[in-house]
C-alpha cells in the first residue's frame, strides 16, 4: 500500500498506483484489488464506502438539490432531493415508487399516483391487502377520531363513522345537504333524520308525513313487548 510518507508534493509514482492506498489510516482508502473507495473504512464492502459515528452530509450551495440514481449509467430510475422547504424522494420517468422489506411486503405508489399497501397492483388511489382480520387502525389519542366519505371534510354530504371518547362508543351518520339522513348513535339508537335519536327508532321529518310504508302486497306494523305482540297496525 501507498503510505503519506511515500506521497511527494502530491504525486505518487506509477508503480505505486498498482498497490492499494491508504491515507490516514482509513480516512480514504483505495482497493486497488476490489476497485473500491473507503472513506473512514480500509475495508469498503462496495463501490463506494463511508464509515462514521458522526454525521455523514451531502450538501450543496443552492435551495435544491437532487441525487440520482441510474440503472445501466444511462438511465435515471429515481432521485433523492433536498429542496428549499423539503425532502422529496422522486421515481423518474414512468418508473414506479417503493418501499419494501426483505419478504417485498410494503408500500407501492405507481406511477399513476395509486399507492398499495400490501400489493403491488392497487386498483384504486388508496388499495389495502393483507390477510390479517384488521385491514386498518384509525386511532386519535387525544380527540374523538373521525372518517369522512364525501366531497369535503365537513357534516354536510358524508357518510361519517366516528368514536365518542367519553362514551367509549363508536357511531355512524349519513348526511346531505345540511340534513342528518340517518345516525346509528353511540347508545345503539337510530335516527332518521336527526342526529340525536331519543329512542331505539327515532324518525323526524320536516313535513306532515315524515315516513312512509309500503308494501306491494299489503303491509302491516307489528308492536312486541317480551317476544310477544301486542298490536297490529295494517
Known sequence: SVTVSEITDGAVTGAKLANNLNYDSGTLYLDSTNNRVGIGTNSPSGKFHVLSNSDVRIAGTGNSHYTYFYSNNTTAKGSIASLSSSLRVQAQSSGDLELFNTSNSG????????????????????????????????????????????????????????????????????????????????????????????????????????????????????????????????
Not at 178 to 186: E, G, L, P, R, Y
Open 107 to 234: 408500500i407501492i405508489v405507481k406511477n399513476s399516483g395509486r399507492v398499495g399497501i400490501g400489493t403491488t397492483s392497487p386498483s384504486s388511489p388508496l388499495h389495502v391487502q393483507t390477510t390479517s382480520q384488521i385491514v386498518g387502525a384509525f386511532i386519535g389519542t387525544s380527540s374523538e377520531p373521525q372518517i369522512y366519505l364525501g366531497d369535503a371534510v365537513s357534516s354536510d354530504n358524508a357518510f361519517i363513522m366516528g368514536y365518542d371518547r367519553a362514551d367509549n362508543r363508536g357511531y355512524l351518520t349519513v348526511a346531505g345537504d345540511s340534513d342528518s339522513v340517518f345516525t346509528i348513535a353511540n347508545g345503539g339508537n337510530v335516527g332518521i333524520g336527526t342526529n340525536s335519536p331519543a329512542s331505539e327508532l327515532h324518525v323526524k321529518g320536516s313535513a306532515y308525513t315524515p315516513s312512509t310504508i309500503d308494501g306491494t302486497s299489503g303491509g302491516t306494523i307489528d308492536f312486541y313487548r317480551n317476544g310477544s305482540r301486542h298490536a297490529q297496525i295494517f
